[in-house]
């Protein structure tokens, strides 16, 4: 059994620390979900989870989700900061 707290002795691959490897793993993480929010910039509603329209409880109409405009898709938050820069990008040019 290898000590919890030992996080020094653990052996590095490729003689590089193993922060780096830490670091690099996250890195990756970002750019994936950059990728991922480029490729399908939208999730499905929270609301009425993608349907586009909900039914309350104590009603038996069916109404237009007002989250999402009856879409039933939402942008997502990386999609968000990613229009938010554009916009930037857009205003400083
Ligand atoms: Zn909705």
Do not use: D, H
Not at 39 to 59: L, N, S, Y
Request: a positive charge.
């Amino acid at each position: 059994m290898r000590p919890l707290f030992a996080a020094t002795a653990i052996p590095s691959p490729g003689g590089l620390p193993w922060w780096l490897w830490l670091a690099l793993a996250g890195l990756l993480g970002a750019l994936y979900y950059v990728a991922e929010c480029a490729w399908w910039p939208f999730a499905p509603c929270r609301k009425c989870e993608g349907r586009g329209k909900f039914q309350p409880k104590e009603r038996r109409v069916w109404r237009r989700c007002r989250r999402c405009k009856g879409s039933g898709t939402r942008l997502r938050f990386g999609r968000r900061i990613w229009n938010r820069f554009a916009k930037v990008r857009r205003a400083a040019s």
